[in-house]
């Protein structure tokens, strides 16, 4: 069987002007590859590229150099408007902060998502779906400040995948919460790939996590220096 790639990447190289006239290259020369329905884990110390790596594989940078492909789409020669449309419509994000916003329940948190990716039927139907999918159910109408940590973390994943992405991207998802409700954290990932078939591509330099990886790529001074594809 074939495997599918939601994700590729072909030489891709991303540099900052420093001062002399030089160059700093955050990415030097990066090709991978990310199967559909996976969970991928981008692994490195601080300042390794990996974050660098997944805002460029999720439209929020371009490199300098090379090819990014998306579901077969080179997003590197798209202009914003349509790399605005892919992120708003095929992709989820997941940060170490949680940003939930503190006036509005967890319920509410989800459906606000939904409005602003101009999802106008059944609402109320995919929010208390996403939330029961978290395993938010009975915790879905308490505010933000109300909720634990890890509790916060399940609503910003349920906000993620409220409209239906192909692929969530969470940058250090792990980072803030306790060993035990990190890996919970990681159960709900793998439940979700099997629920809704969508792709994870997660930053983390927490060893302990790294089995759950379908996928690991191992970063450091911006180059791929392990991985397991």
């Not at 371009?62 to 492909?69: L, M, S, Y």
């Not at 939330?131 to 994943?157: D, F, N």
């Amino acid at each position: 069987m074939n495997t599918k790639y939601i994700l590729k990447t072909n030489h891709v190289k991303r540099f900052f002007p420093i001062a002399g006239g030089e160059n700093f290259y955050a990415l030097k020369d990066i090709s991978i590859k990310i199967p559909e329905g996976s969970m991928t884990i981008l692994r490195g110390r601080s300042g390794s590229g990996k974050t660098t790596l997944m805002n460029i594989l999720g439209a929020l940078d371009k490199p300098n150099e090379g090819e990014v492909f998306f579901d077969d789409q080179n997003i590197v020669t798209m202009n914003e408007k349509q790399r605005e449309i892919i992120r708003r419509n095929s992709i989820g994000f997941v940060f170490q902060s949680v940003s939930l916003i503190p006036m509005m329940t967890a319920y509410e948190n989800v459906e606000y998502a939904l409005r602003l990716a101009g999802i106008k039927e059944n609402r109320k139907k995919r929010t208390e779906e996403c939330l029961k999918l978290v395993g938010l159910t009975q915790r879905m109408h308490h505010m933000p400040q109300e909720l634990s940590g890890g509790e916060q973390q399940r609503v910003a994943i349920a906000r993620a995948i409220a409209h239906k992405p192909k692929v969530i991207f969470a940058d250090e998802p792990t980072a803030e919460l306790d060993s035990n409700t990190g890996l919970q954290i990681i159960k709900i990932f793998k439940d979700l790939i099997m629920a809704e078939g969508v792709t994870i591509v997660m930053t983390t330099h927490d060893v302990s996590i790294m089995g759950a990886g379908d996928v690991v790529y191992e970063l450091g001074d911006g180059e791929i220096i392990n991985g397991n594809e």
